[in-house]
Every structure is written in C-alpha cells, then in structure tokens.
C-alpha cells in the first residue's frame, strides 16, 4: 500500500494529466521543474527498480511511452524534457511503487553531483 495506490483509487486527490489502461500520471506536488509529472504503472505495485522482474520489463516502456506521448501532446517535447527514474533512498526515492518523473518547461541543468 502506496501513496500511489490511492492516487491510482482516487481516495487522495492528485491533478492527473494522463491516464490510459496500464499508466497513470499526475502532477508533482513539489515540482522541480515548470513541468513536472510522475507516470506510474497502475496495475502493479513494484516497490524499486530494483525488484522489477523480466516479465515486467515492458512496464518502464510503457511509462517512456506516455511521459513522450504527454510531452508532444504538451507541445514541449520539440524543446527537450528529462526522465528520471530514482531507485532507493540514496537516489532520492521516496515513494516505493516505480515512478518515472518527466521534467521540462525550462534549460535543465546538468546533473551527477553527489547532493551531500
């Protein structure tokens, strides 16, 4: 049990942007970026990256897929956007049900620095 599975429930509210049989995306509530949406798998609840299984390997493409499809629908792709997945605390996850978040709406800078 995740805050994404009651997103995916509708028992929290979230603002969701995208939304087809296998992905749900939705805004960040502490965004990082001028866009910044989450695009979570709804049917499986896979807590890091670490524990998706080669049977569910088509499930980060189907997340890649919509984070694109949102970005040309949004008329930002042409500009450029970021997808990032993290895996466990150290990456900066927070929340254990994959996610891949899709940062764009300004220049990104570059990124690899230790934040410690």
Do not use: W
């Not at 995306?25 to 499986?44: M, R, S």
């Not at 609840?45 to 694109?68: C, M, R, V």
């Amino acid at each position: 049990e995740t805050l994404f599975s009651k997103i995916i429930r509708r028992e929290i509210p979230a603002t969701i942007v995208y939304e087809d049989d296998e992905v749900l995306g939705f805004k960040d509530i502490a965004p990082q970026a001028p866009v910044h949406v989450l695009f979570i798998p709804k049917n499986e609840i896979i807590p890091t990256l670490d524990d998706l299984q080669p049977s569910q390997a088509h499930l980060i493409g189907k997340l890649a897929l919509a984070a694109a499809e949102y970005a040309r629908r949004e008329g930002f792709a042409q500009d450029g956007y970021r997808i990032v997945m993290n895996c466990r605390e150290d990456a900066g996850q927070t929340v254990f049900h994959i996610h891949m978040h899709l940062l764009a709406g300004a220049q990104l800078g570059h990124f690899g620095t230790p934040g410690r």
